[in-house]
């Protein structure tokens, strides 16, 4: 499934990364602790967060994330923003809570990894 099947179907605000959709998104993790995502994210995986700073863009890249979905309707920071643009790492905003948006990412069939 793409970035850009799952923005459509769940109807996510692309905030960075427009151009990059067409990524393939091999599972999903949720996790608002960084080393925990840095130790057990798989690569190509969704992350979905709370966190806003600049640090989440660091490891999305350290760990070749398919892309970054920030949860309960909160906005990255500008500094954020750029360099999410710099590194090329869509950031997705929703009004979800994480439960209910892990749940409906489950039941378009990504899992956990």
Known sequence: MTLREIVEKLQL????????LDREVKGGYVSDLMSDV????????????????QNIV???????????VLING?????ETVQKAEAEGIPILVTDMPAFELAGRLFALGVSGG
């Open 74 to 78: 909160r906005v990255p920071e500008p």
């Open 38 to 53: 840095m130790a057990n994210a798989g690569e190509g995986a969704l992350w979905v967060t709370l966190q806003i700073h």
């Open 13 to 20: 605000t692309v905030t960075t990364g427009a151009g990059l």
């Open 58 to 68: 660091a490891v999305a890249v350290m760990k070749s994330l398919a892309g970054i």
